[in-house]
């Protein structure tokens, strides 16, 4: 069951007091929903405010739960970019099928593929592991 709650904390003059609040305010609404902080999410509005949110939960917890912006979370949750064709994707596997594709396309990568596909296959390899 998904459950939201958003909170606002009184300002004080202490940073640190206040990101102790945010962490022990989470900690206590996780465990009384049975909720295991490794299945929640922080939510921040801003990336500056990352490293106070982390290191706060680092002081009261053995785990942390994810702390995540708008952006970094709408990236995690979402499919991954797909790459420009003839441009990387840093995925292994597709950029390899790209590779061994832009090689065929050539006539002597052709026959390269027909007379000796271990060999080419390993340049394959070789070519996506250089330019990665």
Known sequence: MTTIERATLETTAD???AWRQVALRT???TAARGIALRDAIVLLPFAALLPHARAAFAAESAWL?????????????????SA??????????????????MLRAQPW???????????????VVAVVDTAQ
Request: net charge negative.
């Open 109 to 123: 990568g052709q026959a390269w593929a027909r007379s000796d596909p271990r060999a080419f296959e390993q340049a």
């Open 65 to 81: 739960p994810r702390i995540e912006t708008p952006l970094t979370l709408a990236a995690s949750l979402g499919p991954a970019p």
């Open 15 to 17: 940073a640190a007091t």
């Open 27 to 29: 900690l206590d609404w």
């Open 84 to 101: 420009a064709p003839g441009r990387l994707s840093f995925d292994p596997t597709a950029d390899r099928l790209n590779v061994a594709q």
